[in-house]
T-cell receptor, first 113, second 111 residues
Framework: DAEITQSPRHKITETGRQVTLACHQTWNHNNMFWYRQDLGHGLRLIHYSYGVQDTNKGEVSDGYSVSRSNTEDLPLTLESAASSQTSVYFC????????????FGEGSRLTVL | GENVEQHPSTLSVQEGDSAVIKCTYSDSASNYFPWYKQELGKGPQLIIDIRSNVGEKKDQRIAVTLNKTAKHFSLHITETQPEDSAVYFC??????????FGTGTSLTVIP
C-alpha cells in the first residue's frame, strides 16, 4: 500500500544544532507540505512544494528550509535549532488541486534543549 | 494567507448527545472546506469535506454545513460514541494548493 513515512519519530537535540526531519511518500504526489503542531496553535504551515525543485514559504518558515530533489521526498531542515522549535512536526502530501485530501504522516516529535 | 478560527477549543458531551464545532474563514474566494480527525499519537485524517456550491453534506453520523455569506462552516456529530473522542480540525484553502487549519477542538465523549 502507498504511504507517507516520517523519520525520526522522536528526536532530542541541543540549541544551535542542525536537524533534518525526513518525509517520504510512495503515492507519487506532486504536492507536499510540512506543518508544526503546538497546543493552542493547531497546525501551522511551515513550507510546501508543488513539485520537483519547487519550494514555498508558509506561515512560520523562519528558521526552516526544505528541498525537493525528487517527487517522493521533502526533508525539513532546522538550520540552527532553537527551543521555540520544540514541537510535533507533520508531513503531508496531496494528489492534485481538485481534491483537498491531505495524507499525513505519523509525526515527528522534536525536543530542543 | 487564509485566517481560520475554530471554536470551541474543548468540548465534552455525554455519549449519545450531539457535538457541534464551528469555524470561520477570511478569504471569500475559498471554495473547499475539509474536516480532519486526529487520534492520539497519529496524524490527522480527513473525515468529511464540503464544496462551496453545497450548503450541507452528510455521511452517517457526521454532517457539515456551510454558510458562504457569513463565511463560516460547522461540523455536527450526532449520537456521539466514545470512539469519537479525538481532536478535530477544520481547514480552508489558501491562494494556491495549500491549506490553513483552525486551532483544533478536543472532543471528549463521556460514556
Amino acid at each position: 500500500d502507498a504511504e507517507i513515512t516520517q523519520s525520526p519519530r522522536h528526536k532530542i537535540t541541543e540549541t544551535g544544532r542542525q536537524v533534518t526531519l525526513a518525509c517520504h511518500q510512495t503515492w507519487n504526489h506532486n504536492n507536499m507540505f510540512w506543518y508544526r503542531q503546538d497546543l493552542g496553535h493547531g497546525l501551522r504551515l511551515i513550507h510546501y512544494s508543488y513539485g520537483v525543485q519547487d519550494t514555498n514559504k508558509g506561515e512560520v518558515s523562519d528558521g526552516y528550509s526544505v528541498s525537493r530533489s525528487n517527487t517522493e521526498d521533502l526533508p525539513l531542515t532546522l538550520e540552527s535549532a532553537a527551543s521555540s522549535q520544540t514541537s510535533v512536526y507533520f508531513c503531508a502530501s496531496k494528489a492534485s488541486e481538485n481534491t483537498g485530501e491531505l495524507f499525513f504522516g505519523e509525526g515527528s516529535r522534536l525536543t530542543v534543549l | 494567507g487564509e485566517n481560520v478560527e475554530q471554536h470551541p477549543s474543548t468540548l465534552s458531551v455525554q455519549e449519545g448527545d450531539s457535538a457541534v464545532i464551528k469555524c470561520t474563514y477570511s478569504d471569500s474566494a475559498s471554495n473547499y472546506f475539509p474536516w480532519y480527525k486526529q487520534e492520539l499519537g497519529k496524524g490527522p485524517q480527513l473525515i468529511i469535506d464540503i464544496r462551496s456550491n453545497v450548503g450541507e453534506k452528510k455521511d452517517q453520523r457526521i454532517a457539515v454545513t456551510l454558510n458562504k455569506t457569513a463565511k463560516h462552516f460547522s461540523l455536527h456529530i450526532t449520537e456521539t460514541q466514545p470512539e469519537d473522542s479525538a481532536v478535530y480540525f477544520c481547514a480552508a484553502p489558501g491562494t494556491g494548493n495549500q491549506f490553513y487549519f483552525g486551532t483544533g477542538t478536543s472532543l471528549t465523549v463521556i460514556p
